[in-house]
């Protein structure tokens, strides 16, 4: 059984940083993309952070670059959103996704929420001015 648990979101003031969390199980890791998304009220759900686990690459949405980073803890199977400098407009609630079936992605397929299968309960970041 798949699963992505997603654990660390909060509410922040403006400026904050946040580490999520997501705890992947139940399919191959070694090579899947794996990543964040995010969707605040009454907008589209957006990538913000993706890893290619096959080869380490890393795809950022525009937005957060510079402020949020993705990594592994390759011993747990524990993906990792590091997100510093936060601002009101990452306000959003966080989901955990992983794609183990697609070939090789562009940056923009891969930070598009197409070919997913997999996607945890999310995790909600508020951050305050």
């Known amino acids: 059984q798949v699963q992505l648990v997603e654990s660390g979101g909060d509410s922040v003031q403006n400026g904050g940083s946040l580490r999520l969390s997501c705890t992947a199980s139940g399919f191959t890791v070694s090579s899947a993309y794996i990543g964040w998304f995010r969707q605040a009220p009454g907008k589209e759900r957006e990538g913000v952070a993706i890893?290619?686990?096959?080869?380490?690459?890393?795809y950022y949405a525009d937005s957060v670059k510079g402020r949020f980073t993705i990594s592994q803890d390759n011993d747990k199977n524990i993906f990792y959103l590091q997100m510093n400098n936060l601002t009101p407009e990452d306000t959003a609630m966080y989901y955990c996704a992983a794609d183990d079936k697609s070939p090789i992605k562009t940056a923009t397929q891969a930070l598009s929420d197409r070919g997913y299968d997999y996607w945890g309960q999310g995790t909600q970041v508020t951050v305050t001015s």
């Open positions: 890893l290619w686990t096959g080869g380490s690459r890393t």
